[in-house]
């Protein structure tokens, strides 16, 4: 039988919180520790242009910059379906937007620890209707603390929300 406690104890726990405006990139220190092993991220997006939203991990406030990503997008709307392989790229590539609102929930797992970190993330954009897929990894063995988002071209606004997962 599980108990009121035992459900409390494996919740998530909010971690941080990040509103910004007009920016070319945001970044999050500190956000991934031993505390947890696997973290959720929530995002909501607007790009100032049409843009590919992009993400990088991030070790003591540096930026990964090596070609170790990789992901894979699939992309379904009601006039059209595309998938896009991203192989050995600087950074996880999310959508390619027209300047619409941008819904993300990730899954990231083990960014803190020595091991590959790989996740997959789901999302929406806009009133399209356009219903994104995307799985990723990053084949270094590096801890990573935080991670930055930037868009390939202008700005971006929104709100970025950090979540650990407890055992």
């Given at each position: 039988?599980?108990?009121?406690r035992?459900?409390?104890?494996?919740?998530?726990?909010?971690?941080?919180?990040?509103?910004?405006?007009?920016?070319?990139?945001?970044?999050?220190?500190?956000?991934?520790?031993?505390?947890?092993?696997?973290?959720?991220?929530?995002?909501?997006?607007?790009?100032?242009?049409?843009?590919?939203?992009?993400?990088?991990?991030?070790v003591?406030?540096?930026?990964?910059?090596g070609?170790?990503?990789?992901?894979?997008?699939?992309?379904?709307?009601?006039?059209?379906?595309?998938?896009?392989?991203?192989?050995?790229?600087?950074?996880?590539?999310?959508?390619?937007?027209?300047t619409a609102?941008?819904?993300?929930?990730?899954?990231l797992?083990?960014?803190?620890?020595?091991?590959?970190?790989?996740?997959?993330?789901f999302?929406?954009?806009?009133?399209?209707?356009?219903?994104?897929?995307?799985?990723?990894?990053?084949?270094?063995?590096?801890?990573?603390?935080?991670?930055?988002?930037?868009?390939?071209?202008?700005?971006?606004?929104?709100?970025?929300?950090?979540?650990?997962?407890?055992?």
């Open positions: 039988m599980t108990r009121a035992d459900v409390a104890d494996s919740a998530l726990v909010h971690i941080a919180t990040e509103d910004f405006s007009a920016v070319s990139t945001v970044s999050l220190n500190n956000v991934f520790s031993s505390a947890y092993d696997n973290y959720k991220i929530v995002l909501e997006i607007t790009t100032s242009t049409v843009a590919q939203s992009l993400m990088q991990l991030k003591s406030g540096t930026d990964a910059t070609a170790n990503y990789s992901s894979k997008a699939n992309n379904l709307s009601s006039t059209f379906g595309n998938t896009n392989d991203y192989v050995n790229t600087t950074s996880w590539a999310f959508y390619a937007s027209t609102d941008i819904y993300r929930e990730m899954f797992a083990r960014p803190n620890t020595t091991k590959t970190t790989y996740g997959h993330a999302g929406s954009v806009g009133t399209s209707g356009t219903i994104t897929e995307n799985g990723f990894s990053h084949n270094l063995t590096t801890a990573y603390d935080g991670f930055k988002l930037f868009p390939n071209t202008g700005t971006i606004s929104g709100v970025v929300k950090v979540y650990g997962y407890r055992d």
